[in-house]
Nanobody, 127 residues
Framework: QVQLVESGGGLAQAGGSSRLSCAAS????????MGWFRQAPGKEREFVAAVSWSAGTTRYADSVKGRLTISRDSGNNTVILQMDRLTPEDTAVYYC????????????????????WGQGTQVTVSS
């Protein structure tokens, strides 16, 4: 089992920045990929970014490339989502996810690639 706890987020202004953290515990040695997804009001949950736990290779949704940066701190079992140049369209509940059975990033954009999820953290961007 892997447990995930998100922190950070809250209220931010358009053009500003926010930083989310996801702390993993439990069988962290079994993690291959960690990702971030988000769900805006009235919309389906969508992929944001993912990172391979061992190599640190990253993958991003086209909509966030150049503005959001995912990184991992393997020593502290934490994955970070740095969000810059925020827009109101970034308003959503952000979820951290972990995969212990998908060793590559090729399918990291699919929710079904992850079996562990955090509870979510709200990010609200005001214009």
């Amino acid at each position: 089992q892997v447990q995930l706890v998100e922190s950070g987020g809250g209220l931010a202004q358009a053009g500003g920045s926010s930083r989310l953290s996801c702390a993993a515990s439990g069988r962290t040695f079994s993690i291959y990929i960690m990702g971030w997804f988000r769900q805006a009001p009235g919309k389906e949950r969508e992929f944001v970014a993912a990172v391979s736990w061992s190599a640190g290779t990253t993958r991003y949704a086209d909509s966030v490339k150049g503005r959001l940066t995912i990184s991992r701190d393997s020593g502290n079992n934490t994955v970070i989502l740095q969000m810059d140049r925020l827009t109101p369209e970034d308003t959503a509940v952000y979820y951290c996810a972990a995969s212990t059975f998908r060793p590559r990033l090729g399918v990291a954009g699919r929710e079904t690639s992850y079996e562990y999820w955090g509870q979510g953290t709200q990010v609200t961007v005001s214009s």
